[in-house]
């Protein structure tokens, strides 16, 4: 079946530092990617997505590389803010969009 | 611009009573989707319905555990004499017809005691 293993946390970063957040997965077939941020006090919102292998999700100074041959697609951003302070969770999907297999979070805290 | 909204928040129960989890989607949001997140692991696809209707309820455990989406009002995700091993956050999240990016609620929280 589909997994999602994602760098264990809670990581804590000084403001303008560079983030890395690991994330692997399993699945059968070729999946779509997403990354999934969660702010204090909000929802889950998507945070950016990739289809295809090699294709690169970016949002908000976050990018992440959709790696076929390490079944993988970390996030990064190379100088944090404090603003940037959540939980990130690592999805997948295959067949359908919405049966999202995801991660157990990432909670990162960045410090002024 | 409101969200979607998800009560309680937090709800506790004794085990073998009720819990019903109500969630109201982004307005203009007809699809609606339940994952539940259990200590230390990812979030897990539940079910997911559009009005009136169950389309996917692959994710949702045979028994004591059932969904509604009705006409009017909030989808309620209802758990019939709960254990303590329902312990844990139920999300739910809309999405609108013509897309699929979900959005997604804060979260109830469930604690069986």
């Known amino acids: 079946g589909n997994s999602v293993t994602q760098m264990e946390g809670p990581v804590t970063l000084s403001e303008e530092a560079f983030l890395t957040i690991n994330c692997t997965y399993t699945a059968t077939g070729y999946p779509s990617l997403f990354w999934y941020v969660q702010y204090p006090g909000e929802g889950l919102q998507l945070l950016l997505k990739a289809t295809k292998a090699d294709d690169k999700g970016s949002n908000k100074g976050f990018e992440a590389t959709y790696r076929k041959e390490t079944t993988s697609f970390h996030l990064e951003k190379g100088s944090v803010q404090v603003s940037d302070s959540a939980v990130y969770f690592c999805?997948?999907?295959?067949?359908?969009?919405?049966?999202?297999?995801f991660g157990a979070g990432t909670t990162v805290t960045v410090r002024a | 611009n409101a969200g979607v909204m998800q009560n309680p928040r937090h709800l506790v129960r004794r085990r073998g009573q009720e819990a019903r989890l109500r969630c109201s989607p982004v307005k203009g949001h007809s699809h609606v989707y339940w994952y539940r997140q259990l200590p230390e692991e990812g979030l897990k696809f539940m079910v997911y319905?559009?009005?009136?209707?169950?389309?996917?309820e692959s994710g949702m455990p045979k028994e004591r555990f059932s969904a509604e989406f009705p006409k009017e009002g909030p989808s309620i995700l209802r758990i019939q004499q709960v254990v303590r091993g329902d312990s844990a956050a139920y999300f739910c999240?809309?999405?609108?017809?013509?897309?699929?990016?979900?959005?997604f609620g804060e979260g109830s929280r469930l604690t069986v005691l």
């Open positions: 319905l559009q009005k009136e209707n169950i389309i996917d």
């Open positions: 999805a997948l999907s295959d067949v359908n969009d919405y049966k999202l297999s």
């Open positions: 999240a809309s999405s609108p017809p013509s897309t699929g990016e979900l959005f």
